[in-house]
């Protein structure tokens, strides 16, 4: 069952402004999206922030990995002259931040639990248990489309996301479907399973289906592709081309 909006801006702007930034979340919005994606990692000092490497370098100058740095030093950090000088000083946003942002905005959160290797453990918990203490008037309230989603590719994350914060809703993320991939679902209680559209069929998708999961997809950057799959019974999925698959896509 996926009770919640069909199409997510992929890290905030797509491929429109640096990714997992507000600027990204302001230039989806800008778009009309209500809906966005985004991954959390934490801090040398467990404090969540929304980066999508575990390393510096690519869309954050510097070297080494997230977990040397403290938050404080990581939000100092600039995130978006990598993509073009006119974002030049936008920093590292806390996934605090983020969830002001959204929450300000009315925009409705896919949260990625994107563990660093050997932090799968702490960071769903952390990232689960936060989530839980910012979002728990809506919990109380039972309104699906105001509480986030947690996803993960970390069976090890959703596990301890599940047993620090059961009420939240959970997906696990594929990059293939594969044997065995019920029974891991099923033991993470997940409702929905996320995929790479690239490696879906119609087959698998009616398997999803059939097996009463949301089936949501990432990340589908050609329209006729995003038709298609839609057509087999896909549910959601996320983009980078804000521009060209807007949020009334049909």
Known sequence: MW???KFLAHRGGGKLAPENTIAGLRCGFAHGFRAVEFDVMLARDGVPVVMHDPYLGRTVAGSGNVFDYDAAELVAMDAG???GAGFRGETVPLFTQVVQFCKDHGIWMN???KPAPGFEEQTGRVVASLTRALFGLEIAQDNPRRVPLL??????ALAAAMQAAPDLPRALLLDRLEQGWQDQAGALRALAIHTNHKHLTQALAQQVKDAGYGLFCYTVNDAARAREILGWGVDAFC???IDLIGPDFA
């Open 3 to 5: 009770n919640y909006p």
């Open 151 to 156: 996803s993960s590719f970390s069976p090890v």
């Open 239 to 241: 983009t980078d081309r």
């Open 111 to 113: 949260i990625e639990i």
């Open 81 to 83: 002259n990598w993509f």
